[in-house]
């Protein structure tokens, strides 16, 4: 992770003055993406959020707690460091924001992560249960099955332990969190946003193929070939 050091010029609000243009583009796009959530219907009241590494730094944006959706202007997000702790905004950061910067600090790779309590794919975790890959579109965004994480309480880092401890040993970009909801990485905060909604569909309409019956199973030399040219073909 990158390192700012003592002697980077330092703006009055705690963002470094050569990070001030890439912050405020990230408030900018931060707080569009959370209008996606209650537009897809993923969260409910002010539950759920978006966060955004911030490249070249080992800060982060995330919204603040428990604040209307439709009050998450740029203004109002909030910057942390990769402990969770407030450097720029007046407002509390998100609940969330131990397991955000737990992913943060141990998968270099992510840039982007989002939490909701979205119906399906939350009613999943509440049977801790993974959901099966019974669908091109699930083999083509996550690779498989959308794992199950085990149960953590909100109030440290142990929610992001869970993440990065199942992600890990999967190529989903999503995992249920037993009793409590989906987590989505993505290598920006949009792809982290996309796999969210991604992931609701997914799980209602497994959901409703099990009201039917018995979905079948994708062989995995499927999945395989169809995650490679979702992943590395498809699209402009």
């Given amino acids: 992770m990158s390192q700012t050091t003592a002697a980077s010029s330092t703006a009055p609000d705690g963002v470094p003055d050569e990070l001030r243009a890439v912050v405020d583009r990230l408030k900018t796009e931060v707080a569009a993406l959370h209008a996606e959530l209650p537009r897809n219907a993923l969260v409910v009241w002010t539950a759920g959020n978006v966060s ?3 490249p070249g730094a080992d800060l982060m944006v995330i919204k603040p707690s428990g604040v209307s959706y439709d009050d998450l202007t740029p ?15 007046d407002r509390k950061p998100s609940s969330d924001t131990a397991a955000h910067a737990y992913v943060y600090r141990h998968m270099p790779e992510i840039g982007g992560v989002v939490h909701t309590h979205s119906d399906y794919a939350t009613a999943w975790s509440a049977r801790r249960e993974p959901i099966p890959c019974v669908l091109t579109m699930m083999a083509d965004e996550f690779g498989g099955e959308i794992p199950v994480g085990p149960f953590a309480l909100i ?27 989906p987590f989505t990485i993505g290598a920006s905060a949009r792809e982290a946003v996309k796999a969210a909604v991604m992931l609701e569909d997914v799980a209602r309409t497994v959901h409703f193929a099990r009201q039917l019956g018995t979905p079948v199973p994708m062989e995995q030399a499927d999945i395989d ?12």
């Fill in 75 to 89: 203004e109002a997000m909030v910057v942390c460091d990769l402990d969770g702790t407030l450097v720029e905004g």
């Fill in 52 to 54: 955004a590494r911030v």
């Fill in 225 to 236: 070939r169809l995650y490679d040219r979702y992943q590395n073909v498809y699209g402009q």
């Fill in 155 to 181: 109030g440290d880092d142990s929610i992001g332990q869970g993440i990065v401890e199942t992600l890990r040993a999967s190529r989903s970009r999503a995992v249920l969190m037993a009793n409590h909801g």
